[in-house]
């Protein structure tokens, strides 16, 4: 399984990202994804996820309305839209295989500031 995370930046607040991962070595549509983040001397929060056949998805209640998670399983990869961001979204953000922690797969993550 190789994940590779990618779109990390510096951004102003209120700004937008899009955060990709290209997905290899595994049967990319029959499993869900998560992204989550981690900024230093905090702990690793969820922040989304999405099913198999990106019908069902969930957000942290401090994302919701601001990030947005798809898929396309066509080209094994998946993506976090992110708007509206804040100075307290600065985080390492991880893409995962699987629906929710613990995460046996994850990819080596992208920084995103916001500053």
């Known amino acids: 399984v190789q994940l590779v995370e990618s779109g990390g930046d510096l951004v102003r607040p209120g700004g937008s990202l899009r955060l990709s991962c290209a997905a290899s070595?595994?049967?990319?549509?029959?499993?869900?994804m998560a992204w989550f983040r981690q900024a230093p001397g905090k702990e690793r929060e969820g922040v989304a996820r999405?099913?198999?056949?990106?019908?069902?998805?969930y957000y942290a209640d401090s994302v919701r309305g601001r990030f947005t998670i798809s898929r396309d399983n066509a080209k094994n990869t998946l993506y976090l839209q992110l708007n509206n961001l804040k100075i307290e979204d600065t985080a390492m953000y991880y893409c995962?295989?699987?629906?929710?922690?613990?995460?046996?797969?994850r990819g080596r993550g992208t920084q995103v500031t916001v500053s």
């Open positions: 070595g595994y049967t990319y549509n029959r499993n869900c």
């Open positions: 999405i099913a198999t056949g990106s019908g069902n998805t």
């Open positions: 995962a295989k699987g629906w929710e922690d613990p995460y046996v797969d």
